[in-house]
T-cell receptor, first 117, second 115 residues
Framework: EAGVAQSPRYKIIEKRQSVAFWCNPISGHATLYWYQQILGQGPKLLIQFQNNGVVDDSQLPKDRFSAERLKGVDSTLKIQPAKLEDSAVYLC???????????????FGAGTRLSVL | AQSVTQPDIHITVSEGASLELRCNYSYGATPYLFWYVQSPGQGLQLLLKYFSGDTLVQGIKGFEAEFKRSQSSFNLRKPSVHWSDAAEYFCAVGPANQAGTALIFGKGTTLSVSS
């Protein structure tokens, strides 16, 4: 089966510009996650969707970051305006289990590496 | 507070030697535990997972990990390292009773393999 697809793989922008990342999860996976991975650190959750509803966006800087998952499949993460500290790898992951029990195996895409100059 | 600690930022091992990467966690509930590997420019690949049962779990690429509840540890081991194992390794924890919840990751351990 196809894995989690992300695009673009790399993006370089100047501060105060806007940028968008796209994620296509594994077919049939109801749960989708966006993680931010700053150099030298582990991934940190930004937002989690269950189908097309938001489950957890407590760590999302909502003044500049937004995300949507229309129709419960693909998702887009946007940053506007970007800051220098947004330079990171943005990872998308998906899993098939709903909250409330069962396994929680998350499958990750290759990520988008963002450099803000 | 919920957290994962990987005490070793960088480890160098000779090819063919054994490997142990340490992971300690702090978690209020029964945890699910994971080890992921990340090669340069790649996403995270699941190496192995522990949910319940036998505390010694086998994973892909010859890796294994042992869950020790009394020590809150989940160390990753491999008896003989190959040059292709050079990568970054992440330990992660999630709640056992809330599938679909985001994982908490450690900061990672970078493994270098010398010839």
């Amino acid at each position: 089966e196809a894995g989690v697809a992300q695009s673009p793989r790399y993006k370089i922008i100047e501060k105060r510009q806007s940028v968008a990342f796209w994620c296509n999860p594994i077919s049939g996976h109801a749960t989708l996650y966006w993680y931010q991975q700053i150099l030298g650190q582990g991934p940190k959750l930004l937002i989690q969707f269950q189908n097309n509803g938001v489950v957890d966006d407590s760590q999302l800087p909502k003044d500049r970051f937004s995300a949507e998952r229309l129709k419960g499949v693909d998702s887009t993460l946007k940053i506007q305006p970007a800051k220098l500290e947004d330079s990171a790898v943005y990872l998308c992951a998906s899993s098939s289990q709903r909250s409330g029990g069962g396994l929680n195996i998350q499958y990750f895409g290759a990520g988008t590496r963002l450099s803000v100059l | 507070a919920q957290s994962v600690t990987q005490p070793d930022i960088h480890i160098t091992v000779s090819e063919g030697a054994s490997l142990e990467l340490r992971c300690n966690y702090s978690y209020g509930a029964t945890p699910y535990l994971f080890w992921y590997v990340q090669s340069p420019g790649q996403g995270l690949q699941l190496l192995l997972k522990y949910f319940s049962g036998d505390t010694l779990v086998q994973g892909i690429k010859g890796f294994e990990a042992e869950f020790k509840r009394s020590q809150s540890s989940f160390n990753l081991r491999k008896p003989s390292v190959h040059w292709s194992d050079a990568a970054e390794y992440f330990c992660a924890v999630g709640p056992a009773n809330q599938a679909g919840t985001a994982l908490i990751f450690g900061k990672g351990t970078t493994l270098s393999v010398s010839s």
